[in-house]
């Protein structure tokens, strides 16, 4: 259960987060989604095909994506929030951020629910005191380096037993602090090998240990398509496999760009369960 602007998110049932990249230059989507057209077209498709959540991003993180000033993100991010809230007012709004002045203008001004961070705070020294005086969701992603330099030589003892103790140590710090509502993401494709990546995946169900909800960011991602040979655009049923397997080893959000399968996706599982 997560605390969303007063109303409570029940992840007893697992969720589907829609992605709304706002960026020239993301590694799937870049560019599709910057005119207010097509911002209005892919929230209302991400909602009216089931979503839970709109998780909205203005900085690419693909590898060795271009650097993005503050500025520049929250002029993105208030175009797109602007459009969302007025058309769409009820929906719940995560932003992608690791900044914590874009943190704090999204929430005051456009009553953002969750700051979903790819640094887990290690971006900004002033973002997990920000959530905190917030007192809103945050999700902590794993990343090993930077986006620029996250996919150079990434090297794990054991990748799985690794990022545990990294997010018992952030998680320590977070909750020491008073950040109450946190969910953990082990940053899929984010300084880590195909074989990794797999790992990961084969032993997700061991991040029980760490007591806080999963979610599993792997739609159309590198592993998909270079292990098959094939295109990001030709690895929806690949991701559809690994979305899956993730829910049968425990994620409770899958953030996804095809929303319509991820949410039939979910209704099989479940009912296997």
């Known amino acids: 259960m997560i605390n969303c602007n007063g109303n409570l998110l029940s ?5 589907i987060m829609g992605i709304l990249n706002i960026t020239p ?7 599709k989604n910057t005119e207010v057209d097509q911002i209005l077209n892919r929230a209302k498709k991400i909602l009216s095909e089931g979503a839970d959540i709109i998780d909205v991003g203005a900085c690419s993180s693909r590898p060795n994506a271009n650097d993005v000033s503050e500025t520049e993100e929250i002029d993105r991010l208030s175009k797109a929030l602007t459009l969302i809230r007025k058309h769409f007012p009820d929906a719940c709004i995560s932003v992608d951020t690791f900044r914590a002045n874009v943190a704090k203008f999204v929430v005051e001004n456009f009553k953002v ?15 997990l005191e920000t959530i905190r005086n917030l007192q809103i969701p945050y999700i902590m992603m794993h990343m090993q380096g930077t986006p620029k330099t996250m996919q150079q030589n990434p090297q794990y003892d054991d990748v799985v037993l690794d990022i545990i103790k990294f997010f018992s ?3 320590n710090k977070a909750t020491l602090l008073g950040i109450n509502d946190i969910i953990i993401d082990p940053g899929f494709g984010f300084g880590k090998t195909i074989e990794h990546n797999y790992e ?5 169900e061991e991040f029980e240990i760490v007591d806080y909800p999963l979610l599993v960011g792997v739609s159309r991602k590198s592993m998909i398509y270079k292990s098959l040979e094939i295109t990001a ?20 959000i899958l953030r996804v760009h095809d929303v319509a399968e991820a949410v039939q996706t979910l209704k099989i599982v479940s009912l296997v369960k």
């Open 25 to 31: 230059d993301s590694f799937f989507d870049g560019g």
């Open 11 to 15: 992840l007893a049932k697992p969720k």
């Open 200 to 204: 990961l995946m084969r032993r997700l």
């Open 233 to 252: 655009e030709e690895s929806l049923p690949g991701t559809i496999v690994l979305n899956t397997i993730a829910l049968q080893k425990g994620a409770k």
């Open 169 to 171: 140590e952030r998680i």
């Open 113 to 127: 629910d969750i700051i979903n961070d790819i640094f887990a705070g290690f971006g900004d020294e002033k973002m």
